[in-house]
């Protein structure tokens, strides 16, 4: 059986009672290649899906758009029916092109069609959270986010969702979003390379809402860095440990959703929780911030 790990202690969302292990998981990998169709080891997506939860991860991010449908489906074949307290994070906002490209897919029918879709694929009646997906792929873009975001107050006002949270936006869309509805967490691209979020993060800190940063390893080219390899060397540790043990020091309100396909990656990124990276460490590892 595997031991529950400390997760980096815990938050809980504005609001809810929903509180999440501070290290979570993200499931875009359990996909196959370019989060395209079916891995090609389900059964060792399955048991990544398992040793996480078993290991005491509350807090799964996900999408519909991921396969399509595939990564939902595999969670659903993993852990159904769902231990009590594991929080489903999914999002809505994008959909797949036939040539594997990201699209938005922002309009009412889009947007109340992915819901449907995230419930039926992981079997649920009442979504956790979900988050509104706008802006480029790494980055937001300006404009207004009231109407697709009045579509997915109104359905969970209808029941089918039971809190909202936002993904690629800037400052001024989630103070346009928290006249609209209650926010619980944000999530945007931010790792040791990419700090463009400092201030957000600080804010949202203030106001006791989680930032759940997506790419934190670097995403799909994990980073690379001869300063953190030395400081990994010096800890005994990996790089995408100290990356992450770096994201929890950062800020009490980040919550990390690591992807791996692989339970050995899994179980390195559920023990940076338990790597403390001193101050002059912290320093060095500024040398890497990109922005
Ligand atoms: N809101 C958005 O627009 C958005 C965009 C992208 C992602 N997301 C979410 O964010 C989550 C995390 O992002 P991500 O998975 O794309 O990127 P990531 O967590 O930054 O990095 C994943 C990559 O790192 C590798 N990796 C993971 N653990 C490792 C370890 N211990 N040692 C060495 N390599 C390791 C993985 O390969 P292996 O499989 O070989 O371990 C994979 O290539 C996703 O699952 C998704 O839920 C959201």
């Known amino acids: 059986m595997t031991k529950q790990?400390?997760?980096?202690?815990?938050?809980?969302?504005?609001?809810?009672?929903?509180?999440l292990n501070r290290v979570g998981y993200g499931a875009m990998q359990l996909a196959g290649p370019e989060v395209w169709g079916p891995p090609r080891n389900v059964d060792g997506a399955i048991a990544v899906l398992r040793e996480a939860v078993a290991a005491g991860v509350n807090h799964i991010d996900t999408s519909d758009f991921y396969g399509p449908h595939v990564t939902n489906q595999i969670i659903k074949q993993a852990l159904y029916p769902y231990p009590d307290g594991l929080v489903i994070v999914t999002k809505v906002g994008a959909r797949r092109g036939q040539d594997k490209s990201w699209l938005h897919a922002l309009s009412r029918q889009e947007l109340i069609d992915a819901v449907h879709d995230n419930l039926r694929n992981l079997g649920l009646d009442r979504l956790d959270v979900v988050n509104l997906r706008v802006g480029e792929m790494m980055e937001p873009s300006a404009g207004s986010i009231e109407a697709p975001l009045t579509v997915l107050a109104e359905l969970k006002r209808q029941g089918l969702i039971r809190h909202l949270g936002l993904s690629n936006v800037?400052?001024?869309q989630l103070a346009e979003a928290q006249t609209i509805t209650e926010i619980v967490c944000v999530q945007n691209l931010y790792n040791l390379a990419h700090r463009n979020d400092d201030g957000l993060i600080h804010d949202l800190a203030g106001q006791g809402i989680p930032y759940v940063p997506f790419f934190p390893l670097g995403g799909f080219s994990p980073l690379q860095s001869a300063a953190l390899d030395a400081v990994a060397a010096s800890l005994r540790s990996t790089p995408m440990q100290v990356a992450l043990a770096w994201l929890l020091q950062r800020s009490p309100n980040i919550l990390l959703i690591p992807g791996t396909s692989s339970v050995k990656h899994l179980r390195q990124n559920l023990d940076a929780a338990t790597l403390h990276l001193p101050s002059e460490i912290i320093a060095d590892l500024d040398s890497i911030g990109g922005d």
């Open 5 to 19: 790990m400390n997760l980096g202690g815990s938050f809980t969302l504005p609001g809810t009672k929903m509180t």
């Open 170 to 172: 800037s400052p001024e």
